[in-house]
C-alpha cells in the first residue's frame, strides 16, 4: 500500500481545511488508516483513525469537536476534515494505515504542511 497525504496550506485561524489520503496498490477496505501529525520539535502525534471495517472512529482530545474522518465509497481515499483551526493544529500531517487494530502502523505516505496563522 502506499499512501500519499495533500490538500495542506497556510490558513487563519478559525478557517478550515480538508486533507485527502489517497490509497495505491491496494483499497483501505480491511484497513485502518490513521491520522498524525508532527509540529517543529515536537513528537508526531495522533490525530485519529477509522476503521474501514467496523466503522470506528476515533479522535484525540486535541481535536476532538473540530476534526472529521471520513472516506469515499470506494475505499481508496479518506479525509481529514479540519475546521475552527487554531496555531496550535500547525504541523505536517500524515496519514497511515495498518491491516489491523491491533497491529501498528505499517505503511506511511509523505506528510503535507499545515500552517495556521493567528
Known amino acids: 500500500v502506499q499512501l500519499q497525504a495533500s490538500g495542506g496550506g497556510l490558513v487563519q485561524a478559525g478557517d478550515s481545511l480538508r486533507l485527502s489520503c489517497t490509497a495505491s496498490g491496494r483499497t483501505f477496505s480491511t484497513y485502518v488508516l490513521g491520522w498524525f501529525r508532527q509540529a517543529p520539535g515536537k513528537e508526531r502525534e495522533f490525530v485519529g483513525e477509522i476503521s474501514w471495517r467496523s466503522g470506528a472512529i476515533f479522535y484525540a482530545d486535541s481535536v476532538k469537536g473540530r476534526f472529521t474522518i471520513s472516506g469515499d465509497n470506494a475505499k481508496t481515499t479518506a479525509y481529514l476534515q479540519m475546521n475552527r483551526l487554531k496555531p496550535e493544529d500547525t504541523a505536517i500531517y500524515y496519514c497511515?494505515?495498518?491491516?489491523?487494530?491491533?497491529?501498528?502502523?505499517?505503511?506511511w505516505g509523505q506528510g503535507t504542511q499545515v500552517t495556521v496563522s493567528s
Open positions: 497511515a494505515a495498518k491491516v489491523a487494530a491491533a497491529r501498528p502502523y505499517e505503511y
